[in-house]
């Protein structure tokens, strides 16, 4: 995980920034992690590799960054939903859980799960910073919502943790591993409606009062 240089105190640029990511995504799914260099990365965005140290440390710092524009997105928009919860709880449940499952099947996101499950055995810190910045952010979360819904005698939840990870897991379930292992290239909006709903049938049929 070499290809390291000090920081510049040249101006950064967000519009610089993105177009790095951009390119970056692109080859370390083409490529996977190990193969990915700086050069290929500057070449495919387009910049100069001064000009991507000027904004990222090294390749390791660029792969985090580039985990961290999608799970970001994700922790924003599961926050926001369950900041507006809607009272009616099997819906609210409902939504999110539509949510994590579009997120995880998406492309990019299957694109560098893949890499990462591929890179972990020789460099385990990128699977960490992963579930530092999305796995467990999304389980505490969860976990804190499913407390208050106790407190609230809509669920019976003694650990909350565990049942927000339970959660996400039957929220994924064999529609995740299917398109993880290539069985299927693309799930229709029905399927992911009835997955979710099956997921919610199981998560209720433990948790409800």
């Avoid at 999305?134 to 919502?145: C, F, I, P, Q």
Wanted: contains cysteine; proline residues 2%; hydrophobic residues 45%.
């Amino acid at each position: 995980m070499a290809e390291t240089r000090g920081k510049s105190s040249v101006e950064l640029s967000p519009a610089k920034r993105r177009q790095i990511l951009v390119g970056a995504r692109q080859v370390f799914v083409e490529l996977g992690y190990e193969r990915a260099s700086v050069a290929l990365i500057a070449g495919r965005a387009g910049v100069s590799k001064a000009t991507l140290y000027n904004h990222f440390l090294d390749k390791a710092a660029l792969f985090v960054a580039c985990l961290e524009e999608e799970s970001g997105a994700m922790r924003g928009e599961v926050d926001a939903l369950l900041e507006a919860r809607s009272g009616d709880l099997e819906r609210d449940l409902h939504v999110i859980g539509e949510k994590i499952l579009r997120f995880s099947i998406s492309s990019t996101v299957m694109a560098l799960h893949r890499v990462i499950v591929a890179e972990a055995p020789r460099f385990p810190e990128i699977g960490q910073r992963l579930y530092e910045m999305y796995t467990r952010h999304l389980d505490e979360t969860l976990g804190a919502s499913f407390k208050v819904w106790s407190d609230q005698g809509k669920l019976r939840v003694d650990a909350p943790m565990l049942a927000a990870e339970q959660f996400v897991e039957l929220c994924k379930g064999s529609t995740f591993h299917r398109v993880e292992l290539g069985v299927a290239k693309e799930v229709s909006d029905e399927e992911v409606r009835t997955a979710i709903a099956g997921a919610l049938r199981t998560f209720l049929r433990a948790y409800c009062p």
